[in-house]
């Protein structure tokens, strides 16, 4: 039987949002997936899965359309062996990894991205990692995590990505005064408008990690003020605050309201006055309401029923429902982090429905019941359930799109409203 636990257990009771918890078969993708955003990033790193074959193929078709001249991933496919090999194995990888570096100069990071194949699993990427380092040393730096599909879903792979970074951020002096960190991979155009923003309130000192380049890592330390770009952060937080990093709590920055509540928590920190913040996010704050008036249209009064994927649910959810109108079903998230979610909780309607896990035989079961006219799931997922007679949004594409800021909140809204304005148009 599912644990039905409520969020919060001071107030009126049956107002609070709900948090089912779920255990069983689960169709999300691995963290490999967020190498496809991390590489076109970090635009001096490298991604090498040390994968099988069905690690190659997802990485080759979920990148598919992106690729350009020269990816910065591939896959070093490691094939059934038995343990005696293992030392063979590790000679196998230094090879590729040795003809890989010397054929792409431009490298300065290796990711050593480890999987789910038993092979893979014996083998111990993270002493590879230091092996390598060694011997590229100084010139590239060789660093691993997991990608694993047994340990990760899929936005999960750049918090492991950002955590193996975290030790090597330099120290930032004590004395030197506060500096912001934006943490999570912003689209470099969004990372451009959230600094000339912070920068007309007068907050200069910002960095953003991940940085566009892997040899100018943000300098970090007591006097660090961090807000989070990305829901699904969290043991890069932890290790961010071990650092003696502290969290400005805030919702996300989607759309108008997010993205202003967001600005609000840094001006906040550094007492930019209210008039100053409001002279600065008046104009794209009222353009990004008027867009999303246009797309309120298509959007308000449907029902949108959320499978858990990204970590991106609670605050699209908080942002559909209040910025456009439309009605919360069910909010599946792989995880909750009830800390780094508090503030998106606190905006949900009341009595709104959260599943945290899945079970997916059971929440297709109630995705059903619901009738909902939208429902955003994985790629797996969405194919059936169109073939159904539901209307689908793939999860995917919102991790994959600009969809942080004033200028990109119409953008989010449309990512909702083309699938339903689509089905319309299927059935005239
Ligand atoms: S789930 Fe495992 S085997 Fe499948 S692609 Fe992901 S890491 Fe590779």
């Keep these: 039987m599912n644990a039905v636990i409520p969020i919060r257990s001071d107030a009126a009771g049956c107002g609070d949002p709900i948090v089912r918890t779920e255990k069983g078969q689960r169709e999300v993708f691995c963290g490999l997936t967020g190498i496809i955003w991390l590489h076109r990033k970090i635009q001096?790193?490298?991604?090498?899965?040390?994968?099988?074959?069905?690690?190659?193929?997802?990485?080759?078709?979920?990148?598919?359309?992106?690729?350009?001249?020269?990816?910065?991933?591939?896959?070093?496919?490691?094939?059934?062996?038995?343990?005696?090999?293992?030392?063979?194995?590790?000679?196998?990888?230094?090879?590729?990894?040795?003809?890989?570096?010397?054929?792409?100069?431009?490298?300065?990071?290796?990711?050593?991205?480890?999987?789910?194949?038993?092979?893979?699993?014996?083998?111990?990427?993270?002493?590879?990692?230091?092996?390598?380092?060694?011997?590229?040393?100084?010139?590239?730096?060789?660093?691993?995590?997991?990608?694993?599909?047994?340990?990760?879903?899929?936005?999960?792979?750049?918090?492991?990505?950002?955590?193996?970074?975290?030790?090597?951020?330099?120290?930032?002096?004590?004395?030197?005064?506060?500096?912001?960190?934006?943490?999570?991979?912003?689209?470099?155009?969004?990372?451009d408008q959230m600094r000339r923003l912070l920068a007309d309130m007068g907050i200069t000192a910002v960095d953003f990690f991940p940085p566009r380049n892997s040899t100018e890592l943000p300098e970090i330390g007591a006097e660090t003020r961090y807000l989070l770009a990305q829901p699904f952060l969290a043991d890069t937080t932890l290790a961010l605050e071990s650092r003696g990093a502290q969290r400005l709590a805030a919702p996300f920055p989607l759309g108008a309201e997010g993205t202003t509540a967001w600005l609000r928590a840094a001006a906040s920190a550094w007492g930019i006055d209210p008039d100053t913040f409001e002279a600065v996010t008046r104009a794209p704050r009222q353009r990004a309401e008027a867009a999303l008036a246009r797309q309120k249209v298509h959007l308000e009064g449907k029902k949108i029923f959320f499978f858990p994927d990204s970590q991106l649910e609670i605050p699209l959810a908080r942002f559909l429902s209040r910025e456009l109108g439309m009605v919360l079903d069910e909010i599946g998230t792989p995880y909750l982090h009830r800390k780094l979610m508090a503030e998106e909780l606190a905006l949900l309607p009341a009595g709104s429905h959260i599943t945290e896990g899945q079970h997916v035989e059971n929440q297709l079961d109630r995705c059903h019941a619901a009738a909902p006219d939208l429902v955003v799931c994985g790629l797996g997922l969405a194919n059936p359930l169109e073939a159904q007679g539901l209307t689908t949004k793939w999860a995917i594409e919102l991790v994959f799109t600009p969809i942080q800021g004033y200028e990109q909140a119409a953008d989010l809204a449309e990512l909702f409203s083309r699938p339903l304005r689509r089905r319309i148009k299927l059935a005239a």
């Design 44 to 191: 001096d790193a490298f991604f090498l899965v040390v994968g099988s074959r069905t690690c190659a193929h997802l990485i080759q078709s979920a990148a598919g359309v992106m690729i350009f001249a020269e990816p910065r991933f591939g896959t070093a496919i490691i094939d059934e062996r038995d343990l005696a090999g293992l030392a063979d194995c590790n000679d196998e990888l230094d090879k590729v990894v040795h003809k890989l570096l010397s054929r792409r100069p431009d490298i300065r990071t290796l990711f050593l991205v480890g999987s789910c194949p038993s092979e893979v699993i014996k083998l111990d990427l993270s002493r590879a990692a230091e092996r390598l380092s060694r011997a590229h040393n100084p010139t590239v730096r060789v660093l691993n995590y997991s990608g694993s599909g047994i340990e990760t879903t899929f936005t999960q792979g750049e918090d492991a990505c950002l955590h193996a970074l975290v030790p090597l951020l330099p120290t930032l002096p004590p004395g030197r005064g506060k500096r912001l960190l934006v943490v999570g991979t912003l689209a470099d155009v969004v990372e």
